[in-house]
C-alpha cells in the first residue's frame, strides 16, 4: 500500500496570498497518477488536479499541480476567500486508492 | 447535467447488512470506471473499492475485504455496494465517484453522499 503524507496539517494564511501544500509518497506513483482534491464543510470532494499537474475542467489557473516520483506539490497563487478548505492528495494508479490526512487551509 | 445519486443509508445495528446504490446521468456509465470513498465524521477521505467499467476488475481496501460486495449494472446506470457485517468503524458517509476513464483515473466526478450509521 503507498502511504501518503500531506504537510502542514493545518496552514493559516491570509486572502491574497499564496499556499503550498505537500504531499509525500512512500514509494514511487507510476506515470504521475496523483491527485488533488477539495473539500468544504458539507460537501462532497472537488477533482482540482489530475496526473500531478492537469487541471480538471472549470479549475481556474491560480490552482497548480507538480512533482513526480514521491513529492508532489499543490500551489494556489493567490488565496480566494473561496480557497479556504480542506485539501486532500491521492494516488489513483493502483489499488488501494490512497489518500492523504488533508491539509487544512484557514483563514489567518 | 453529469450527476451520481446515491441512495440505501440508514441506521443499522452492529452485524447488520445494507444496500447502498448510486445512479448515473448524464454521461456514457459503461465507459467509465467507478468507486465508492467513505469519511468518518470528522475524519478524512478513506477508499473503499473499485469497479472497472465492464466489472471484470473489482478491489476493496483491506478494511472492508470480505465484508462488502460491489457490482454494477450498465444498462440501469446503477452502481451498488451491499455492506455485511456492519461495525461500529463502518459509520461514515459514503460517496460515490467516477473515474475518468474504463479502467482507471482520478475521481471527477461525485455524488452528494449517503450515510450509514451502525450503532446499537
Known amino acids: 500500500e503507498i502511504v501518503l503524507t500531506q504537510s502542514p496539517g493545518t496552514l493559516s494564511l491570509s486572502p491574497g496570498e499564496r499556499a503550498t501544500l505537500s504531499c509525500r509518497a512512500s514509494q514511487s506513483i507510476s506515470s504521475s497518477y496523483l491527485a488533488w482534491y477539495q473539500q468544504k464543510p458539507g460537501q462532497a470532494p472537488r477533482l482540482l488536479i489530475y496526473?500531478?499537474?492537469s487541471r480538471a475542467t472549470g479549475i481556474p489557473d491560480r490552482f497548480s499541480g507538480s512533482g513526480s516520483g514521491t513529492d508532489f506539490t499543490l500551489t494556489i497563487s493567490r488565496l480566494e476567500p473561496e480557497d479556504f478548505a480542506v485539501y486532500y492528495c491521492?494516488?489513483?494508479?493502483?489499488?488501494?486508492?490512497?489518500f492523504g490526512q488533508g491539509t487544512k487551509v484557514e483563514i489567518k | 447535467e453529469v450527476q451520481l445519486v446515491e441512495s440505501g443509508g440508514d441506521l443499522v445495528q452492529p452485524g447488520g447488512s445494507l444496500r447502498l446504490s448510486c445512479t448515473a446521468s448524464g454521461f456514457t456509465f459503461s465507459s467509465h470506471s467507478m468507486n465508492w470513498v467513505r469519511q468518518a465524521p470528522g475524519k478524512g477521505l478513506e477508499w473503499v473499492a473499485y469497479i472497472s467499467s465492464s466489472s471484470s476488475s473489482i478491489y476493496f481496501a483491506d478494511s472492508v475485504k470480505g465484508r462488502f460486495a460491489l457490482s454494477r449494472d450498465n444498462a440501469k446506470e446503477s452502481l451498488y455496494l451491499q455492506l455485511y457485517s456492519l461495525r461500529d468503524e463502518d459509520t461514515a458517509v459514503y460517496y460515490c465517484?467516477?473515474?475518468?476513464?474504463?479502467?482507471?483515473?482520478?475521481?471527477?466526478?461525485w455524488g452528494q453522499g449517503t450515510m450509514v450509521s451502525v450503532s446499537s
Open positions: 465517484a467516477r473515474g475518468q476513464d474504463w479502467n482507471t483515473g482520478a475521481f471527477d466526478i
Open positions: 491521492q494516488q489513483y494508479g493502483r489499488a488501494p486508492k490512497t
Open positions: 496526473g500531478a499537474s
